[in-house]
């Protein structure tokens, strides 16, 4: 998302652009058909969505669990954003931010390493330092937009401040999607992951830089590795000071009516395969829709992780 005035590439909960200090104007459930508050109402935890008077779930006794609304950012009608701080944590160490240049839609997606220090930080300086070097060098092959992209998202990590050696260096994972003549760019460091959805079809584009996916390739059962407490680790990110990431490029041709999706493992820990990522979609919602529902489904099954999304429905026209 870019500031309307200057043009600076914009962060999650920022109520101002840091460059021009233009108000920003975020959509939000105010402006939503038929919702009037900053917070909502989830399912039960056991399933059930009807409470009694008292909030108390009818079926077994557990108060109802209220929570502050998504964050919701909309660049226009076919690409929005969504991400909150789940149930667990205190604060979203999650960061999204979208540009539209031309027609040429930019996406990326950072989650902060939870043991790492400046979290946050990481997560929001990784967005938006590779949306503004994809629009700096937009005279280059895709390819290397995306490379030079992610390497200076991972140097201004690197050049945070450590100032907390009890938890890692600052890190982060991120996924960058680029649209543009149709054909979906894309490139990641980490388990945040690139989805698309067409026709009642979901195929995962991003392999996960994790521990599990490793001893998968070295022969190990899944069954067995998933056993080990190693198993959910990941083994590449953004501002490891003392390696450099391997990062990740690919690129697919589009069709008309696909939904690309990009999120964080705040989504995908509840919905690891495919189908069950399809069980989530459904084709009558709008995209702002579609997203607080994907956000709020991972709450209801307990929201242990900042959830973050982004979906752009693809149109040759838009």
Same mark, same amino acid.
């Given at each position: 998302?870019?500031?309307?005035?200057c043009?600076? /590439?914009?962060?999650?909960?920022?109520?101002?652009?840091?460059?021009?200090g233009?108000?920003?104007?975020?959509?939000?459930?105010?402006?939503l058909?038929?919702?009037?508050?900053?917070?909502?109402?989830?399912?039960?935890?056991?399933?059930h969505?009807e409470?009694?008077?008292?909030s108390?779930?009818e079926?077994?006794?557990r108060?109802?669990?209220i929570?502050?609304? !998504?964050?919701?950012? /909309?660049?226009?009608?076919?690409?929005?954003?969504?991400?909150h701080r789940?149930?667990?944590?205190?604060e979203?160490?999650?960061?999204?931010?979208? &540009?539209d240049?031309?027609g040429i839609?930019?996406?990326?997606?950072?989650?902060?390493?939870? +043991?790492a220090?400046?979290?946050?930080?990481?997560?929001?300086?990784?967005? +938006?330092?590779?949306?503004?070097?994809?629009q +700096?060098?937009?005279?280059?092959r895709a390819?290397?937009?995306l490379q030079?992209?992610?390497?200076a #998202?991972?140097? #201004?990590?690197c050049?945070? !401040?450590?100032?907390?050696? +009890?938890?890692?260096?600052?890190?982060?994972?991120? /996924?960058?999607?680029?649209?543009?003549?149709?054909?979906?760019?894309?490139a990641?460091?980490g388990d945040s992951?690139?989805?698309?959805? &067409?026709?009642?079809n979901?195929?995962?584009?991003?392999?996960?830089?994790?521990?599990l996916?490793?001893q998968?390739?070295a022969?190990?059962?899944?069954?067995?590795a998933?056993?080990?407490r190693n198993?959910?680790?990941?083994?590449q990110?953004?501002?490891?000071?003392?390696?450099? !990431?391997?990062?990740?490029?690919?690129?697919m041709k589009?069709?008309?009516d696909?939904?690309?999706?990009?999120c964080?493992?705040?989504?995908?820990?509840y919905?690891?395969?495919p189908?069950?990522?399809?069980a989530?979609?459904?084709? &009558?919602?709008?995209?702002?829709e579609?997203?607080? &529902?994907?956000?709020?489904?991972?709450?209801?099954?307990g929201?242990?992780?900042?959830i973050?999304?982004?979906?752009?429905?693809?149109? !040759?026209?838009?």
């Amino acid at each position: 998302m870019d500031c309307k005035q200057c043009g600076e /590439v914009l962060g999650t909960g920022f109520s101002f652009c840091e460059a021009c200090g233009t108000a920003i104007s975020v959509a939000t459930e105010s402006n939503l058909a038929g919702v009037q508050s900053n917070t909502i109402s989830i399912a039960c935890a056991c399933g059930h969505a009807e409470f009694d008077v008292d909030s108390i779930c009818e079926n077994c006794g557990r108060k109802q669990q209220i929570i502050d609304f !998504p964050d919701l950012q /909309v660049l226009n009608a076919m690409t929005v954003s969504a991400s909150h701080r789940g149930l667990q944590h205190t604060e979203n160490q999650d960061a999204v931010a979208m &540009r539209d240049s031309d027609g040429i839609f930019s996406l990326a997606v950072a989650d902060g390493v939870s +043991t790492a220090c400046r979290s946050k930080e990481a997560a929001h300086v990784a967005v +938006t330092t590779a949306l503004a070097s994809l629009q +700096t060098h937009s005279d280059m092959r895709a390819s290397q937009r995306l490379q030079i992209a992610v390497s200076a #998202a991972n140097d #201004a990590i690197c050049a945070l !401040p450590y100032d907390d050696h +009890t938890l890692a260096e600052p890190e982060a994972t991120i /996924v960058l999607a680029m649209i543009e003549a149709g054909q979906l760019h894309y490139a990641w460091v980490g388990d945040s992951r690139l989805y698309v959805v &067409r026709h009642e079809n979901v195929v995962q584009l991003t392999e996960d830089d994790s521990w599990l996916n490793q001893q998968i390739k070295a022969g190990i059962s899944i069954n067995t590795a998933l056993k080990d407490r190693n198993a959910h680790c990941i083994t590449q990110c953004l501002g490891m000071r003392d390696d450099v !990431p391997v990062i990740h490029f690919a690129s697919m041709k589009l069709e008309s009516d696909t939904a690309i999706l990009l999120c964080s493992d705040g989504l995908w820990n509840y919905c690891d395969s495919p189908a069950m990522m399809l069980a989530l979609f459904d084709s &009558r919602l709008t995209v702002s829709e579609q997203c607080l &529902r994907l956000v709020n489904l991972a709450n209801q099954q307990g929201g242990h992780d900042n959830i973050s999304v982004i979906l752009h429905r693809y149109s !040759p026209s838009v």
